[in-house]
């Protein structure tokens, strides 16, 4: 795996869900000619409650319902609002449609567990495919696009706690320090300290929502007390830490 694994260092941090659902349910469609059962693509509508799908219910092979750390995941939230992969790249992505589809229809034993990790690779292969296409707009899509942006970014994801500087980041990037600066605003759409800070503040709330200690969570993203961390989640998101674990807590079914 390379070094900067420019979706892995996301995939730590939220947990992907895939669904089977009925048709009409789906934002994850397989579709394709329903007489021969012969996949042509995959339709992905990243917010699953927008999902505006105008593909024809009978040329519909497969449907999930997919979920990947919601609007809460940066790089989610990026995209756009429908993604399309076809089938007939030089890739094989037609064998894993073709593979998708023939779990589906055959309802054996374990099947509802092999689609789910299927579809789950699907995903992947869409958000990959994103990744190089790039992005038009300023965003974490684009700045992953960058051959040498994401591997600061990739940096920050993987070690959110450490005091990054923006000439440490210059360096991974391998890019002088006033170039860095100007081309992470330039796609990013924010200073690299900017997008560290809002990155610490997803993953905290993240982390807190799940039943961690504040204090431990302040450690874990660098902040120097529980206190620090309060002050910047509360201005970040008009909220105190613990105001948001009381609400968790009384959410869970174990309350």
């Not at 659902?21 to 509508?45: H, Y």
């Not at 890739?91 to 034993?109: P, S, Y």
């Not at 100007?182 to 503040?201: C, D, I, K």
């Not at 830490?241 to 869970?252: A, F, G, M, T, Y």
Request: proline content about 5%.
């Amino acid at each position: 795996m390379s070094k900067f694994d420019r979706l892995s260092s996301l995939m730590r941090h939220f947990q992907m869900s895939v669904d089977m659902v009925s048709p009409g349910m789906g934002n994850l469609i397989v579709f394709g000619n329903p007489d021969t059962d012969d996949p042509s693509g995959v339709e992905f509508w990243p917010h699953p409650d927008t999902a505006r799908s105008t593909i024809p219910s009978e040329d519909r092979l497969h449907e999930a319902r997919a979920d990947w750390g919601g609007q809460s995941n940066p790089l989610i939230a990026a995209l756009s609002q429908r993604l399309v992969m076809t089938a007939d790249g030089s890739d094989n992505t037609a064998l894993l449609l073709q593979i998708v589809v023939a779990e589906a229809a055959g309802n054996c034993c374990g099947s509802g567990s092999a689609l789910n990790r299927l579809c789950e690779v699907l995903i992947i292969r869409l958000l990959r495919q994103q990744i190089e296409l790039g992005a038009t707009t300023p965003g974490l899509l684009a700045g992953l696009s960058h051959a040498r942006l994401s591997r600061a970014l990739v940096a920050m994801h993987d070690n959110p706690g450490r005091s990054w500087r923006n000439t440490e980041l210059a360096d991974i990037a391998g890019m002088s320090l006033s170039r860095f600066s100007e081309h992470f605003a330039n796609h990013v759409g924010e200073t690299p300290q900017s997008y560290l800070r809002r990155w610490r503040m997803i993953l905290a709330r993240q982390q807190i929502a799940s039943g961690d200690r504040i204090r431990t969570v302040a450690r874990r993203l660098g902040y120097s007390s529980s206190e620090a961390l309060s002050r910047a989640f509360n201005r970040h998101y008009g909220q105190c830490p613990v105001s948001l674990r009381k609400e968790s807590r009384q959410q869970s079914p174990l309350h």
